[in-house]
């Protein structure tokens, strides 16, 4: 490892910074000691006062500037790796993290598979990309899975696969993160599967290892990885993406996605001393077509269920007496049109859990109009398992989240971080409720002291205050808090900040004969933040089990932090001023209290009551989301996450709610989405049309 000291540009201007703050803290130090101990000491120092006392802060400042200057700074050549511990831990959450979601997409409780036939393709792929960058140029069946995998790992590296809407292609990527997890815990050098959706890409500027690192923290369900993990593994080039839900980005960005993806990857290849897999993408065929080729060197195609692939999964279930599977096969017997509406892995799970129930009867309709009947049939189905709320209402409320996490969002999983003031139809609702009580707060607080109207007008103020300023809720990396990290290069910045902070509010003061206060509320406000700063320790791999988890962990810190500020500051201040302790009561009541107010988790339930207002969301938000999971098979809750069981659930639901209520939602969203629609139907056209002229002048030429 190669060491060198630096010396940023940053730094030279809080070294300067440090010592004309330094002179003049100095310059004022008489004042603040007190004119008897300024007395005494020229009375004994005589003419070296001044040349003694700017030599101590000569002194102190080389000291300071040598120490962080020249600390333990340093820059390294070589890339971050994941210590051997840390890997350990991240490979078993992933473990269980991707064990679970293979369980809910199974449903569970009816322990069969249907066996998908994958075979090679070059489908919706130019002949050129084929020509120069597959391995596997001409369609040709697979095998098994075993064949499949073995393929992939010694010579394809890079994988598209192919299907039509619930063709199973999340539970082949599934057995895929499973099966080389195995192989990532034989091998410290085998790269880490980390499966993410790419619904969530919406910038086609940022670079594909951004976003990995942005999104990184938010794929796991009872686990989360820190922000500085993220950063680490991601510049370690020690993960393997599998890439989930192509399709779900929206249609403008999806080249975008690919172009990022293509340097990603070619960066990969040259870091690592052996050939490793490096990218596995899943995508619905329609989608993919009109897109930028993926850079892989492979594509497969899962293959539809045909009538004998139906009967020969049925026939183990019917043998072991399962009566759905015998209502199933009776239902296909008689309508022969089921099958083709069937021909994915998903609509035969559902099927059979409609026929757990009844012999349901879905007439002679086309596939599309088949396919639309059943997932209806079987939302109606789950929404009647629930029980502690109105039924309307949920499908409402379900709705509403399905729509919001499809066109606003952009993401397929749901946690209580991602509501925002801007998911409210009014624009200031949320602004509103919280101003209120601010409002309020400030009206008790002054109407003694300025009288009704004035404390009216300070109230008004600081509800429009909040009303214009409070637009979103944010919330910070979890931390643990850890007094083995106390740092004095990490403390030495904010040292400077209070340093310059406590002389502007020592300058402000001094005009009120107040100059004590005002310096050492604005030093306390800067020395507690780094010294909390210091202490704290993003933690690797946080448990995330509970939904609040994010939300509380910030919630105490602030406490904590804002307590100690206030307290110090208004303490020390009117203890050097008056020579009373009433200051350290008043902050350590006052601290708390606005840090409250200020907490992201106050602001959540203030949104979360504007909401309720609204019709869009019931107040009893975690019971209603954890009830409906428990009860039915729309939702997975998945540790401090939940997400809907499949993305065609979620599309029906959003479809059905815009349809339904338009109403609650925004008008500038409705009408935005209901534009980009027309666009993309528009295009779709205009290439349509291009391919049909192109292959006109083809044939006229022949």
């Known amino acids: 490892m190669s060491r060198r000291k630096k010396i940023t540009l940053r730094k030279f201007i809080l070294s300067i910074c440090s010592v004309i703050i330094g002179g003049l803290v100095f310059g004022f130090l008489p004042e603040i000691l007190g004119g008897e101990v300024k007395t005494y000491l ?55 993290l991707y064990t679970d979601r293979l369980k809910g997409k199974m449903m569970n409780d009816l322990h069969f598979e249907l066996k998908l036939k994958l075979r090679y393709t070059t489908e919706g792929t130019d002949p050129q990309t084929v020509e120069d960058l597959f391995i596997i140029k001409d369609d040709a069946p697979i095998g098994d899975f075993d064949r499949l995998f073995k393929d992939y790992t010694k010579k394809l590296w890079r994988l598209l696969i192919l299907g039509e809407p619930g063709a199973g292609k999340s539970i082949l990527l599934l057995r895929f993160a499973l099966r080389l997890l195995d192989m990532a815990e034989k091998d410290k050098n085998f790269p880490i599967p980390v499966l993410l959706d790419l619904a969530s890409w919406k910038d086609p500027n940022q670079s594909f290892a951004d976003w990995l690192e942005k999104n990184l923290p938010y794929m796991g369900g009872s686990f989360a990885v820190g922000k500085e993990e993220a950063k680490r593994l991601v510049a370690s080039n020690a993960l393997l993406p599998l890439l989930d839900g192509f399709d779900e980005i929206r249609e403008e960005y999806r080249d975008s996605c690919f172009q990022q993806l293509m340097p990603y990857l070619d960066k990969l290849k040259a870091a690592r001393l052996e050939t490793l897999p490096e990218v596995i993408v899943c995508s619905r065929i329609l989608e993919y077509t009109v897109a930028k080729d993926a850079p892989v060197f492979a594509a497969l195609k899962i293959q539809p269920l045909t009538p004998a692939d139906i009967n020969e999964a049925l026939r183990p279930l019917i043998k072991d007496n399962f009566i759905q599977a015998k209502r199933l096969q009776k239902a296909l017997q008689e309508n022969p049109a089921l099958y083709p509406a069937i021909s994915s892995a998903f609509f035969v799970h559902i099927l059979l859990e409609l026929y757990k129930q009844e012999q349901a009867d879905f007439g002679t309709l086309d596939t599309a109009a088949l396919q639309k009947a059943i997932t209806q049939r079987y939302l109606q189905k789950e929404l009647d398992n629930i029980t502690d709320f109105p039924k309307d209402k949920t499908k409402r409320w379900l709705g509403w989240l399905a729509w ?34 601010i409002g309020l707060i400030l009206f008790l607080a002054f109407c003694t002291l300025f009288g009704l109207i004035g404390s009216v007008g300070i109230a008004l103020l600081g509800c429009l205050f909040m009303v214009w300023s409070n637009d979103r809720i944010k919330t910070e990396e979890i931390i643990l808090l850890n007094i083995k990290q106390v740092s004095w290069k990490i403390i030495w910045p904010y040292l400077i900040f209070g340093l310059v902070l406590g002389l502007i509010f020592g300058l402000i003061f001094v005009f009120i004969d107040m100059f004590v206060f005002g310096f050492f509320s604005g030093f306390s406000f800067g020395f507690i933040f780094g010294l909390l700063d210091s202490l704290s320790k993003s933690a690797a791999f946080p448990k995330t089990s509970q939904p609040y988890k994010r939300l509380q962990t910030q919630f105490w810190r602030d406490i904590i932090q804002w307590a100690l500020i206030f307290c110090a500051a208004s303490g020390v201040g009117i203890y050097s001023q008056y020579k009373s302790n009433v200051g350290f009561l008043i902050g350590i009541l006052i601290g708390p209290f606005l840090a409250m107010l200020h907490s992201p988790l106050y602001n959540h339930f203030c949104l979360r009551l504007a909401l309720t207002f609204e019709k869009s969301l019931p107040l009893r938000l975690v019971t209603f989301l954890d009830h409906t999971a428990a009860r039915t098979g729309l939702l997975l809750k998945d540790g401090g996450q939940w997400r809907f069981r499949h993305q065609l659930i979620l599309d029906e639901l959003a479809e059905w709610f815009e349809t ?10 409705l009408e935005a989405v209901k534009k980009w629609r027309l666009e993309q139907a528009t295009k779709r056209v205009e290439q349509a049309q291009t391919a049909n002229d192109t292959q006109s002048h083809e044939e006229i030429n022949d």
Request: aromatic share 14%.
């Open 42 to 96: 020229e009375l004994h120092l005589q003419g070296n006062f001044k040349p003694i006392l700017f030599g101590v802060l000569g002194f102190v400042v080389l000291v300071m500037l040598i120490t962080y200057l020249y600390g333990d700074d340093e820059t390294t050549d070589e890339k971050p790796t994941p210590t051997q511990d840390t890997r350990t831990e991240f490979l078993k959450n992933l473990r269980q």
């Open 404 to 437: 919001m996490m499809k066109y606003i969002s952009g993401r397929i999983t749901f946690e209580l971080i991602d509501l925002q003031p801007w998911w409210a139809r009014k624009k200031y609702s949320f602004g509103f409720i919280t101003g209120s009580v």
């Open 660 to 669: 339904t209520h338009p109403e609650l939602l925004r008008p500038a969203y």
